[in-house]
């Protein structure tokens, strides 16, 4: 479900690290799922999404794993650069026929990336 | 545009004013969201538009909150008598429709004085 609370969960990565950014998803119903990048000041961006039917996805230097038996999502980033620094939300969409409303997202509480040079 | 075009980028009014936020969603997203978000914190979901389904307004935290769309183009986030606690970005996404990638937009930040 949605997350609206204080002290989001950090993350600290040395550059060209890697990071794992953790998200666990509230219904085991849920079908589709996106990952969003929030920069200071500016709305979240899409970075990437997954549906129910897959457990890996790639994109350009991130991966999304779903593991659908213990309700985990997960964001891979290869070499982590300062300009990752961001907060990283995970969403997650329920089908018609779990009661909700038809596509609507909810949000995770998020998780603040810190890249350090 | 190719993107979600919020406006105001930036509101400061005074306490027991209305306002009114307008987001113009991407060319043929039948989906509309609006979320708010204080500082520091997470989407705080309000309203969500569905083609010509009826609007999910179970978000919406009081009467004093309300929004339409007009088909499937602009959106109008209206908060009537606004206090001090309604401070914060609000931001509009669309998507093309069920289980597809949403696009917010940049926010308009409102500052309730």
């Known amino acids: 479900g949605e997350s609206v609370g204080l002290h989001l969960p950090t993350l600290s990565v040395q550059e060209g690290d890697n990071s794992i950014i953790n998200c666990a998803y509230s219904?085991?119903?849920?079908?589709?799922f996106i990952w969003y990048k929030q920069e200071s000041g500016k709305g979240p961006q899409f970075i990437i999404d997954?549906?129910?039917?897959?457990d890996k996805r790639q994109g350009q230097r991130v991966t999304v794993l779903l593991n659908k038996t213990v309700k985990h999502l997960s964001l891979q980033i290869a070499a982590t650069q300062p300009g990752d620094s961001a907060v990283y939300f995970c969403?997650?969409?329920?089908?018609?026929?779990?009661?909700?409303?038809?596509?609507?997202?909810?949000f995770g509480r998020g998780t603040q990336l810190t890249v350090w040079p | 545009g190719a993107g979600v075009s919020q406006s105001p980028s930036n509101k400061v009014t005074e306490k027991g004013k209305d306002v009114e936020l307008r987001c113009d969603p991407i060319?043929?997203?039948?989906?509309l969201y609006w979320y708010r978000q204080r500082l520091g914190q997470g989407l705080e979901f309000l309203i969500y538009f569905q083609g010509n389904s009826a609007p999910d307004k179970s978000g919406l935290p009081s009467d004093r909150f309300s929004a339409e769309r007009t088909g499937e183009s602009v959106s109008t986030l209206t908060i009537q008598r606004t206090q001090q606690e309604d401070s914060a970005v609000y931001l509009c996404?669309?998507?093309?429709?069920?289980?597809?990638?949403?696009?917010f937009g940049q926010g308009t930040r409102l500052t309730v004085v």
């Open positions: 997954i549906r129910s039917n897959m």
């Open positions: 969403a997650e969409t329920l089908p018609p026929d779990r009661g909700s409303t038809l596509g609507r997202l909810y």
């Open positions: 219904n085991s119903a849920s079908d589709y």
């Open positions: 060319s043929g997203h039948t989906a």
């Open positions: 996404a669309s998507s093309l429709g069920v289980r597809q990638g949403a696009f």
